[in-house]
């Protein structure tokens, strides 16, 4: 027995050695030890500075890129939209065209995104679906940027109806978020822009003209 055990040592030695390495197998994977590369990506939050991005978008019947940062001074209204060729989509892209100047009058700029390429934004538009489009329509196609701002529907791979109202300071002070199928109230949208604009405390059903409570 003594025989067997000094030939069996060398290989228990070594798989002892081999089990307190680092990697996979080793201590920091069986201890729980934290791995840093599982850290999830930081999302968009009220209160705290919108995530950066640059794009690719269509502007008119050209393709630029456009960054968020590019906007700083101006309020920004960024809204997604699940896709191209459907059907809610264009009743909102055209609406919030339609009230492009009250937006314009509050120093804010829209901008539309969602996971469709730059050319499938022009053959929409090109189709006649959308009208004269007044302002950018983002292509976020690797979906980076739908993933920061909390909105990625995982499971079919576009973006939720997510609605976001950026200060001019790039401080992120609204955001809403409807599932697929609603749709969102222009109107709503430019009372809420409104409200965060007159630095005051609004109460319920606040709309524009009436009192705030002050500061």
């Given at each position: 027995m003594k025989k067997y055990m000094r030939l069996?040592?060398?290989?228990?030695v070594l798989a002892v050695f081999v089990s307190l390495q680092p990697g996979p197998a080793g201590a920091a994977a069986t201890t729980g030890a934290p791995d840093p590369s599982n850290k999830r990506e930081l999302r968009a939050k009220v209160g705290e500075?919108?995530?950066?991005?640059?794009?690719?978008?269509?502007?008119?019947?050209?393709?630029?890129?456009?960054?968020?940062?590019?906007?700083?001074?101006?309020?920004?209204?960024?809204?997604?939209y699940p896709l191209d060729f459907t059907f809610v989509c264009p009743t909102e892209i055209k609406a919030f065209n339609g009230a492009l100047k009250d937006f314009e009058r509050l120093n804010a700029v829209v901008l539309g995104a969602s996971v469709d390429s730059i050319w499938s934004h022009k053959a929409w538009q090109e189709r006649g679906d959308l009208g004269d489009l007044k302002y950018p329509l983002l292509s976020d196609i690797r979906k980076d940027t739908a993933r920061k701002y909390g909105i990625l529907e995982e499971r079919e791979g576009v973006a939720q109806r997510g609605l976001f109202i950026i200060d001019d300071k790039g401080v992120l002070q609204y955001l809403s978020v409807n599932?697929?199928?609603?749709?969102?109230?222009?109107?709503?949208?430019?009372?809420?822009?409104?409200?965060?604009?007159?630095g005051e405390l609004c109460p319920v059903n606040w709309k524009p003209g009436q009192k705030t409570l002050g500061k």
């Amino acid at each position: 027995m003594k025989k067997y055990m000094r030939l069996l040592l060398p290989f228990i030695v070594l798989a002892v050695f081999v089990s307190l390495q680092p990697g996979p197998a080793g201590a920091a994977a069986t201890t729980g030890a934290p791995d840093p590369s599982n850290k999830r990506e930081l999302r968009a939050k009220v209160g705290e500075p919108a995530p950066n991005f640059t794009l690719d978008a269509l502007v008119g019947k050209e393709f630029k890129k456009i960054s968020l940062s590019d906007y700083r001074g101006k309020w920004v209204v960024l809204f997604f939209y699940p896709l191209d060729f459907t059907f809610v989509c264009p009743t909102e892209i055209k609406a919030f065209n339609g009230a492009l100047k009250d937006f314009e009058r509050l120093n804010a700029v829209v901008l539309g995104a969602s996971v469709d390429s730059i050319w499938s934004h022009k053959a929409w538009q090109e189709r006649g679906d959308l009208g004269d489009l007044k302002y950018p329509l983002l292509s976020d196609i690797r979906k980076d940027t739908a993933r920061k701002y909390g909105i990625l529907e995982e499971r079919e791979g576009v973006a939720q109806r997510g609605l976001f109202i950026i200060d001019d300071k790039g401080v992120l002070q609204y955001l809403s978020v409807n599932n697929l199928s609603v749709g969102r109230s222009i109107e709503e949208t430019l009372r809420v822009l409104e409200a965060f604009q007159t630095g005051e405390l609004c109460p319920v059903n606040w709309k524009p003209g009436q009192k705030t409570l002050g500061k």
